[in-house]
């Protein structure tokens, strides 16, 4: 399957306006099956490298059992293959004006009753540069409000990186986040097995808690970078190209200045006065 070029149009035109965009369908219902059942095989297989479970995760946490896996794709040629389909490859290419790097494959399980993950920025974590990454997300299950579907900020890519504070990790899995200029900015993303959200490093983004009894939130999620990026954070190497080749990129160091809200006769505005001292490896 391929992306017809006036569809393309118009995710290209929603991406710059809103910073993400929604392709329906992208993969068969069919295709998310068989991937959600693979991972679930992966995760009954054992422990694996780059898992994460959360911060003050307690022994009740049901990420305790199903913590999240990243950088399968290297070592799961599944995950390798779904990260370079050709199909993400032509949606991307048509956002960024040209192919993107692969750095970053991720699984979140979000089993019911688990914690949900506070609003953030890829690019805090990724610090691609020049350009930013962008996120191919996509659904393995029907997600929606109940199980803790993906939250946006639509028009947060425009906004610089935000300072960040800490979050409230009874409902997140994650400790830190970024303060909004007004509560009730971040809108919900519904979507169905095989949809893909394509969103910006500087989209403000999150999720609630999984509050269902009997129903996972499964998520297939990769980060790229756009195509003429020099450097991005260490953990994010090697970086591959989309046929699947590894290219050397320069490391790229944390810190340096953030964006703090600031009041103006036009309504708040995030100025780079801020200095970023917190450093994670990973988001």
């Excluded at 068969?28 to 054992?46: I, K, N």
């Excluded at 490093?201 to 990769?222: E, Q």
């Excluded at 450097?231 to 990129?249: F, I, K, S, W």
Aim: proline share 6%.
């Amino acid at each position: 399957m391929s992306v017809s070029s006036n569809v393309v149009d118009v995710h290209q035109e929603e991406f710059e306006r809103t910073g993400y965009t929604l392709v329906r369908g992208l993969f068969s219902t069919d295709e998310a099956e068989r991937l959600r059942d693979h991972y679930m095989d992966v995760r009954r297989s054992g422990p694996q490298a780059h898992a994460f479970a959360g911060h003050t995760s307690t022994d009740r946490d049901p990420l305790r059992r199903y913590p999240r896996l990243a950088q399968m794709h290297r070592w799961d040629d599944a995950s390798l293959q779904w990260m370079i389909d050709p199909r993400i490859d032509q949606v991307m290419t048509a956002l960024l004006g040209r192919s993107p790097y692969a750095v970053q494959t991720m699984l979140y399980f979000k089993p019911p009753g688990s914690r949900g993950q506070a609003l953030h920025q890829d690019n805090f974590y990724l610090k691609a540069d020049p350009g930013t990454c962008v996120a191919a997300w996509m659904a393995l299950d029907r997600v929606d409000e109940a199980n803790g579907c993906l939250e946006v900020v639509p028009g947060s890519h425009r906004w610089p990186i935000l300072c960040t504070e800490k979050a409230d990790t009874t409902v997140s899995f994650t400790d830190v986040t970024v303060p909004l200029p007004s509560a009730g900015a971040a809108v919900p993303v519904e979507m169905e097995p095989g949809d893909v959200l394509f969103f910006h490093g500087a989209l403000v983004h999150g999720s609630n808690p999984n509050i269902t009894t009997d129903r996972f939130r499964r998520a297939l999620i990769g980060h790229y970078i756009e195509g003429e990026a020099e450097r991005v954070a260490q953990y994010y190497h090697p970086a591959l190209r989309m046929d699947g080749t590894e290219l050397t990129l320069e490391v790229a160091e944390g810190g340096g200045a953030c964006g703090e809200w600031t009041d103006t006769p036009d309504g708040p505005v995030a100025l780079l006065t801020g200095t970023e001292r917190t450093t994670r490896k990973h988001e």
